[in-house]
């Protein structure tokens, strides 16, 4: 379809706001890591150092620079591909990262497959058949899946899945993934997990946004001549409301960076956040840094990208 | 009569409000339509007309049911039949023209698409011959372009033309009866006019029956053949057109037509020589960014006028006029860019943060919604409390004895102080929000369409209000509406707007005869009048409709 | 005879809360006791290890059985309460407090103070909640004020970002131009004519942001970054006895129960309260 200039103005304006966002991001974590801690240099050679050793520590790091030119340094660093060294085992990020990556994308990839399909069918259905039994029993169970914490879900799933039934194993690493069933059922609880948890806020959120347009006159137009139900909901509803329907299903899809750091922590799975959770515990600040920048960029990529194709299908803007 | 088209008899429709309580909103109506009648429902905010022409369709919003009665429509029981059953008889046998067409048309399909969707929905016939037929309505409904107009957006055409297009869609499925939900409500009067004339030749032509709800008794005067006139669910009366406007049996539709007469405004007070209390001299004001001391909106352009003490000032013209926006400027709260404003002498700074208390005092504002005009969250109470602390400095029981004046002023009773705002009707709230105009000791208040959005009846009662207040009080008003009758009855001289410009000032009792300028003929002859050859005999310079009206 | 500024309560407008909204606030009432009188009626020292059977079943003496180092959990849980109702509560009325009145300030005035506490806020609403916990706490530890003060700040921009749009669609009302024609001053139309009208919703706004902090912060205790040994919170207490699960305690059960009660009877309530007081605008 034909868009008009002010649609890709409008477009191009969202893209700078992300932009502008991502600086005042990098900005936050760069200095909630480096300048709360005290002395990086003396945690990491720990209590019994001399304070010569200290010293020399923080010149090697180049800690007695201003924060400001360190953060430049390290802004222009990110922007190479440059991570830094991980303090705790000497490594370079990028390399610590790069499998951790791989392993964490695919395990979002396969819950947004699964996720998306599952929770917008639902989600319209409820809206469709509003107040009947169907609406009222995915009411009941999404409002319980987001009133508990993640990984009050995981257990319940190991409990069933792996206790009570004994279908899958309870951790997701560690077994044989020498066949495909083997690496569906290592895949199957992360995945199951993160499904309820991420399905239960997109089905809530299209739902709300597909009875929004119903409500609207022109939905109560296409009841007068007769159309059908699924006719309303379908031909009339539907298409008004992709846009908040395109931002329920991102901002639903970012529940994934908080989900997943839960999951992969009691699945045991090694992905990005498991490996920050861990580089937590050992106050590796660069890799710290380095996996919250993934993960705020990938969040605010799923927003930015909401939000424009929530602009793109504003009928308005059409030329 | 022939056997009847449409027979509803002891219809009654119930309904739950948000405290759960059940209630009745029809209360056993019942009527007969003949085929290719066209009767009107009116009544006023609340009379249920539109529950009533729904039910027509089987079709009741959320919360209300039908609950008791028959409605039989050609040789289907409306009231006994399933949902499915009702859909069939949707857009083929009944069907229905909104009150706001731009709300009613989705904005994500053509138009076109949107107008021969019920020969879809029923399989009537094919797209091509759909497409043709919807044209030639086009062409019928006097719309311009009417091969192309099918392939625009929604948003892409005016609101008369929308409103003439919902008609298109009405009729594409050649049903026996239409219904007409307050279809040139949302419209201005110029555009009225082409809208109505348009359904009136596509009604004669078909041959179909019409129901037309509405609260103006002069446009259904044009329209209908039959009245039935409606309040709190329940029929009041029924009878011809003509007899109802002329014969009128029931007081409350002497009521009506009462409020609908003008009654000449006699000035309180001849014009004084001395000061005027406003004078305003090449006024510009505007929205949006400002560059070289210029907004970017320009909205009001070299306005002039001059209020005498005493007298009133109508100020008309139709949507996107600037009526309103002079109010504001000359209240401060749209701080103009040029001109001059004098209060009874003295100079008025444009802006009202820099104004003394004085004057912020002695010019009130006094707004169309008193739903949103009053604090919700206040007491009646607190709400006339407020400008007496603050420009008077009144405390304590002073204060209570003022607030207690000032309702009976507006003559409402005392005790209403410790009422909120949402439990009064909407003239008592138009009454506290005059009142609280009052508790300033005002010389001149700036009227914004305070009566629009009230019933007829309650707003003539608010108009004798204004009038007596006047008298006791002095009070100059400067009175902003788009309803000509209304200025009428309580203006001295009438200011006519367009585009943001003052194109006359007439005397309000001589606007017809005396204005001079096209535009304002245009605009006062296109006020419906309680007659019901009114339309048929209206002529108008199709050049000058053309020029000024936005249809 | 004074006038009162009188705010429309629910039972002054005819409603009233049907059964899900009871039980969820009877709910909320219990946790919440618990959590106040809590240090008075735990049968045990929660910090004592009263059982030499490490993971206890239930019985008579230990009603909710015992914890991997033998200790009670049924008092460890009410004193959990403590920990995960008082901080949420404190770091939500924070936050809260904080959006609200930056949100009315920036709604009402507009123009580029408002531009900039936008940007700025929603740029922040750019990190996910749970990240911005970690990265907090792995700089700085983790102690009571440092989580109260965390979780307050992640969920301030979200609570700004409500307020303001509330405020905003109040400050277009007329009632308010009329003040401000009247000649009032900003604290005026800010106090009494726009706060009072946003209320309802900011309250509703304000419990289901209690749901997301105690998510958000048992999440924390469950990865061990959330109150410190020996002291616990309902997560921490998960966490701890986790292991339980497979040997068949009932250890974790408990705190999981009490996790759920408090979150879903806290959106049991709001899900029903009366339309015109959820309303949201947003």
């Known amino acids: 379809m034909l868009r008009s200039a002010t649609t890709w103005l409008l477009v191009g ?25 005290g002395d990086v240099a003396e945690i990491l050679l720990g209590q019994s150092a001399t304070p010569e050793a200290v010293a020399g520590l923080r010149t090697a790091m180049g800690l007695d620079e201003p924060a400001f030119t360190r953060f430049l340094s390290w802004l222009a660093g990110l922007a190479q591909g440059d991570l830094g060294m991980s303090y705790a085992n000497n490594m370079a990020v990028a390399d610590l990262l790069a499998g951790r990556l791989a392993n964490t994308l695919r395990l979002a990839g396969i819950v947004t497959l699964v996720c998306v399909p599952l929770a917008l069918t639902l989600g319209i259905a409820a809206a469709m058949w509003r107040g009947s039994l169907l609406d009222r029993a995915v009411s009941m169970l999404t409002i319980s899946v987001i009133s508990v914490p993640e990984f009050m879900v995981a257990t319940l799933a190991v409990l069933i899945f792996a206790v009570w039934l004994d279908w899958l194993p309870a951790l997701s690493y560690g077994v044989n993934v020498d066949s495909l069933g083997a690496m569906l059922r290592a895949y199957a609880m992360p995945v199951i997990t993160l499904t309820f948890v991420v399905s239960a806020q997109m089905i809530r959120m299209t739902r709300a946004a597909v009875i929004e347009t119903i409500n609207t006159p022109y939905v109560e137009m296409a009841l007068l001549k007769g159309a059908s139900r699924r006719r309303m909901v379908l031909r009339h509803a539907l298409p008004n409301a992709l846009g908040p329907i395109a931002n329920a299903v991102a901002l639903s899809l970012s529940y994934l960076v908080g989900g997943v750091i839960i999951v992969e922590t009691v699945f045991n799975y090694p992905g990005v956040a498991k490996l920050m959770v861990d580089a937590v515990a050992t106050r590796d600040l660069p890799l710290i840094q380095s996996c919250a920048m993934i993960f705020c960029i990938s969040y605010l990529l799923l927003i930015t990208l909401a939000d424009v194709i929530a602009m793109l299908s504003n009928p308005r803007l059409r030329r | 009569m022939s056997e009847p088209l449409v027979c509803v008899r002891d219809l009654r429709i119930g309904a739950v409000t948000d405290a759960k309580r059940k209630v009745e909103i029809i209360r056993g109506v019942s009527f007969d339509i003949a085929p290719g009648e066209i009767v009107a429902l009116i009544g006023e905010s609340g009379s249920g007309k539109t529950t009533i022409a729904l039910s027509l ?40 023209v909104p009150q706001s067409a731009a709300a009613a048309f989705n904005p994500s399909q053509r138009i076109m698409d949107q107008v021969v969707e019920v020969t879809a929905i029923h399989r009537l016939m094919p797209r091509a011959k759909a497409e043709a037929k919807a044209r030639e309505l086009f062409r019928a409904l006097a719309l311009p372009d009417p091969d192309r107009i099918g392939n625009r957006y929604p948003h892409q055409v005016s609101g008369g033309q929308l409103q003439r297009l919902s008609a298109a869609m009405a009729l594409i499925g050649d049903p026996q009866l239409v219904i007409f939900d307050e279809p040139t409500t949302a419209l201005d009067v110029t555009t009225q006019i082409e809208v109505l004339r348009a359904f009136r030749s596509v009604m004669a032509k078909g041959g179909m029956a019409g129901v037309y709800v509405s609260h103006d008794l002069a446009v259904v005067a044009q329209i209908a053949d039959r009245i039935i006139v409606l309040r709190g669910g329940e029929v009041q009366e029924e009878g011809t057109t003509e007899q109802i406007l002329n014969a009128p049996a029931h007081p409350y539709t002497r009521q009506l037509l009462d409020a609908f007469e003008p009654v000449p405004h006699v000035s309180a007070t001849p014009a004084e020589r001395a000061r005027p209390i406003l004078r305003v001299d090449d006024l510009c004001a505007g929205y949006g960014v400002i560059r070289d001391g210029k907004p970017a909106a320009k909205v009001l352009q070299n306005v002039s006028l001059q209020l005498e003490r005493g007298r009133n000032l109508g100020v008309i013209g139709e949507s996107g006029s600037g009526k309103s926006t002079l109010a504001r400027a000359i209240a401060g709260i749209l701080p103009c860019y040029r001109g001059d404003m004098l209060l009874d002498g003295e100079v008025l700074n444009p802006d009202l943060r820099q104004r003394s208390k004085d004057q912020l005092r002695r010019v009130q ?44 002023m507006v003559h409402l009773p005392t005790a209403l102080r410790h009422r909120l705002p949402s439990e009064l009707s909407g003239g008592q709230k138009q009454r506290v929000n005059l009142a609280r105009a009052l508790a300033a000791e005002p010389e001149l208040i700036l009227c914004d369409e305070i009566t629009s959005a009230l019933d007829t009846v309650v707003a003539a009662a608010i108009l004798d209000l204004l009038k007596e207040l006047q008298r006791e009080l002095g009070l100059s008003y400067m009175f902003i509406s788009h309803d000509l009758s209304t200025v009428e009855a309580i203006c001295d001289e009438v200011l006519v707007m367009l585009k943001g410009r003052v194109v006359e000032a007439l005397p309000a009792a001589r606007m017809s005869a005396d204005a001079t300028h096209p535009y304002s003929r245009l605009l006062i002859s296109s006020i419906p009048k309680l007659d019901t050859g009114w339309l048929k005999g209206l002529e ?7 020029q000024f009206a936005n249809r | 005879m004074s006038l009162p500024l009188r705010i429309p309560t629910p039972a002054r407008l005819g409603y009233s809360f049907n059964w899900a909204g009871r039980i969820g606030l009877a709910v909320i009432l219990f946790w919440v006791v618990i959590a106040l009188i809590g240090p008075w009626i735990t049968p045990y020292a929660p910090g004592d290890m009263v059982d030499w059977n490490y993971f206890g079943p239930v019985n008579g003496q230990f009603w909710m059985g015992t914890d991997y180092l033998g200790r009670d959990i049924l008092s460890r849980v009410i004193m959990g309460a403590r920990y ?16 609200v009145i930056l949100g009315m300030i920036a ?15 929603d740029a922040f609403n750019g990190i996910p909640s749970l990240l911005f916990g970690l990265v907090v706490v792995a700089a700085v530890g983790s102690s009571i004020p440092v989580l109260i003060l965390t979780l307050a700040v992640i969920y301030l921009p979200g609570s700004y970002r409500f307020a303001r749009a509330l405020a905003v ?11 401000r024609a009247r000649g009032e001053g900003f604290g005026h139309i800010i106090l009494r004519e726009v706060f009072p009208n946003i209320l309802g919703p900011v309250l509703a706004d304000l419990g289901l942001r209690f749901v997301f902090i105690v998510l958000v912060l048992s999440g924390l205790s469950f990865l061990g970054l959330g109150v410190q040994p020996p002291n616990a919170d309902w997560g921490g207490l998960v966490r701890e006895n986790i292991e339980g699960l497979s040997l068949g305690a009932p250890a974790v059960i408990f705190p999981s129960v009490a996790i759920a009660s408090l979150t879903i009877s806290v959106n049991m ?13 947003e």
């Open chain 3, 169 to 179: 669609n109040v400050n277009t009302m007329d009632f308010v131009t009329v003040a």
């Open chain 3, 84 to 99: 995960t109702v008082g901080i949420a509560a404190a770091a939500v009325v924070l936050a809260c407090a904080g959006g």
């Open chain 3, 107 to 121: 709604g009402v005035t507009g123009g580029w103070f408002d531009m900039l506490l936008s940007r700025l806020l």
């Open chain 2, 540 to 546: 108008q310079d199709p050049e000058l409709v053309a």
């Open chain 1, 13 to 37: 304006q969202r893209l700078g706001i992300a932009a502008i966002t991502l600086v005042i991001v990098s900005f936050a974590v760069f200095f909630a890591t480096e300048l709360l801690p």
């Open chain 2, 57 to 96: 369709m089987g079709h009741a919003r959320t919360g209300c049911a039908i609950q008791g009665g028959t409605i039989r429509v050609g040789r289907h029981d409306v009231t006994g039949m399933t949902e499915g059953q009702r859909a069939a008889l949707r857009g083929t046998e009944v069907s229905y």
């Open chain 3, 269 to 281: 309530f709001i899900d029903n309260l009366p339309t015109r007081i959820r309303d949201r605008s």
């Open chain 2, 365 to 408: 504002i006094v707004f169309q919604l008193a739903d949103t005009a009053l604090n919700p969250a206040q007491s009646v109470g607190a709400i006339l409390g407020r400008p007496l602390t603050f420009y008077h400095g009144l405390k304590g029981a002073a204060r209570d004895a003022r607030v207690a004046e000032l309702l009976e």
